[in-house]
């Protein structure tokens, strides 16, 4: 079973950075395609970020699209969310995901939170105005 972590959540002015970190324990995910989602208060949870287990592709929502930039280290085992330019909207909880996807997995299933096999508990980011 793979458990996620994340962290690097907090409070920060509208304009700020924060760079959000995900490490699963207890096994590896260096095989994983993993995936960023955001949940505010009362709204539907939301696409934020993919990326494939390689690192070699990358999927953004279009809200977050030359703002925010996933990563990963598989020899850390970590994947990172850095987000820049935030604004009051980008507020939410984050979660990281895991899944398995295939190199002729269509892009639209990168953003369907259901086809993702593992979750972390996530961080809370709030962006102030």
């Known amino acids: 079973q793979v458990q996620l972590i994340e962290s690097g959540g907090g409070l920060v002015q509208a304009g700020g950075s924060l760079r959000l970190s995900c490490a699963p324990s207890g096994r590896t995910f260096s095989s994983y395609d993993m995936g960023w989602f955001r949940q505010a208060p009362e709204e539907e949870r939301e696409f934020v970020a993919a990326?494939?287990?390689?690192?070699?592709?990358?999927y953004y929502a279009d809200s977050v699209k030359g703002r925010f930039t996933i990563s990963r280290d598989n020899a850390k085992n970590t994947v990172y969310l850095q987000m820049n330019s935030l604004k009051p909207e980008d507020t939410a909880v984050y979660h990281c995901?895991?899944?398995?996807?295939?190199?002729?997995?269509?892009?639209?299933?990168?953003?369907?939170?259901?086809?993702?096999?593992?979750w972390g508990q996530g961080t809370q980011v709030t962006v102030s105005s």
């Open positions: 995901a895991a899944g398995s996807f295939s190199d002729y997995t269509p892009t639209q299933r990168y953003s369907q939170y259901y086809r993702y096999s593992y």
């Open positions: 990326i494939r287990w390689s690192g070699g592709r990358t």
